[in-house]
């Protein structure tokens, strides 16, 4: 009720600004942002920038207003910072300060012009000889204008978030530096950065369920994408080497504080290379990463101090169960039967579906993966539950396949491809079966694809990077919405 009454009070100024004119001007020229004024004038003091007419032009958000009669001071943000301004009814005229008085209110844009000034606490201050209201802001800010508390209104209105919690500013220009040193990692490696298709006739690439929307023209069904792999291995086929792409995901799923239906991923390719060649370079890449975002390859993870070594440690998931049960790593493990005989002994159930290589991974990921917090290479993944990756040549039953993990989270997953189209399509017949017992995540047969395996992929290694948590990670969050600028969220109760 009370923010109805002050959007009131709030219109009615509005339409004080009508009557007088312009409303929403579109003509007044800044000529610095705060950060440049604070950097350029640090060390100047208070008789020197008397004696040194230094003029300015600044705008921004008010985030304070306080009158002092005929004197007042307001603070404004800018894409930089903050400044302070002091305005003088002598000096800007009794109309214009009336004007500043009665119309302006906090969460105005405004408009200030004028020379430097250090008051008598130091503090570096525009000294305004014209003011302006550029946009009235009709909504009432948040009680504490320097910090939004509220979670759901955070994630629903980030305009609002951002505008006055610069934690949360932070975090997203952290995520876009975080961004910039991917693309400067792989460039430097020679890789070279592609685009393929959202939208696909076939989907694949990755084992989910994925949305469907309608062409109409066309009149068929398409998919957004689940994984740009299978596009990008083409392109390996046809002779770029090296190649990346980071852009956006689809999957049908739950929301959680690690998955939105909507998120970004990066996929990089890399032929002539295994699966072991990319656990070095990941390895490489994450401590570069800290080091560039953090300061230190040592960094604090909610109630975890994670170290990133130069050295990556890894364990074969059959190892790690094992390990999980406390007991030998035997080959009886690759026995349905026992693997049954251990779920039991922790209240496991398994449905009668499942298979040797889904059982195990039930496992890992009930037991294992919670206690990965120091970085972790997970390897030999089942064959089962990897359909484009290559199978080991020591053991059919599993592939040359690693999962990243830290904190507990899943952060990349790569292996070495599988460019035999013979098994490819042996594989994708296999997930078939699954589609039809009901698996809604199961890929589906993409015959282009076989054809183009069979003009030849190099051996090539490829990986997947969560880019979303790789942020959460580098940036001390524990919920994806707190990384994603406007995260899906339930539609808003009535």
Partial sequence: MQDRKETTVRRRKLDSLREDGEAYPNDFKRQHVAAELQQAFSAASQEELASNSHETAVAGRVLLKRELGKASFLTIKDRSGKIQCYLRQDSLGAETYEQFVNLCDIGDIVGVRGHLMRTQKGELTVHGSDFRILVKSLQPFPEKFHGLEDQEIRYRQRYVDVMVNDESRRVFEKRSQILQLLRHFFDSRGYMEVETPMMHAIPGGATAKPF???????????YLRVAPELYLKRLVIGGWERVYEINRNFRNEGLSTRHNPEFTMLEFYQAYSTYEDLIKLTTTLMSELAEQVLGAKDFSYGDHQISLSDEPHAIRMIDSVADAFGIPR??????KKYLQELAASRAITFSQDMTWGTMLNELFESLVQPTLIQPTFVVEYPTEISPLAKRSVNNECVTDRFEYFIAGQEIANGFSELNDP??????????????KLGDEEAMRFDQDFITALQYGLPPTAGEGIGIDRLVMLLTNRTSIRDVLLFPQLRPKAQ
């Fill in 330 to 335: 035997t080959d009886r493990l690759y026995e």
């Fill in 212 to 222: 469907i929307t309608r062409h109409n023209s066309l009149n068929m069904d398409l």
């Fill in 422 to 435: 013979d098994d490819q399509e042996s594989r994708f017949r296999s997930q078939v079966e699954q589609a």
